[in-house]
Nanobody, 116 residues
Framework: QVQLVESGGGLVQAGDSLRLYCEASGLTFSNYAMAWFRQAPGKEREFVAAISRRMGRTGYADSVKGRFTASRDNAENTVYLEMNDLKPDDTAVYYC?????????WGQGTQVTVSS
């Protein structure tokens, strides 16, 4: 059974930083590219960042490029999202999952709230 557990969210002020964590189990983690998505109230879930299986190649949404950094530790089955210079528009529930997420594996998400 695949499980994804996101953590690290919180309430911060604009300009602050947060580090999100996503621990995976029930899958061969190093076989999957992983991605972060987010969903704000009343909006659809949107892509934030992705990281390749082993070489650590990354890709980002334009809205977070230069501020967010995805990384992973295959030995710990964990993917990270370092978020700097947070803005109120970054407020959302953040989710991780395989990329592409063909089997719709999602965790419960972690709430990030950025106050102005």
């Amino acid at each position: 059974q695949v499980q994804l557990v996101e953590s690290g969210g919180g309430l911060v002020q604009a300009g602050d930083s947060l580090r999100l964590y996503c621990e995976a189990s029930g899958l061969t983690f190093s076989n999957y590219a992983m991605a972060w998505f987010r969903q704000a109230p009343g909006k659809e879930r949107e892509f934030v960042a992705a990281i390749s299986r082993r070489m650590g190649r990354t890709g980002y949404a334009d809205s977070v490029k230069g501020r967010f950094t995805a990384s992973r530790d295959n030995a710990e089955n964990t993917v990270y999202l370092e978020m700097n210079d947070l803005k109120p528009d970054d407020t959302a529930v953040y989710y991780c999952g395989p990329y592409p997420n063909t089997r719709n594996y999602w965790g419960q998400g972690t709430q990030v709230t950025v106050s102005s």
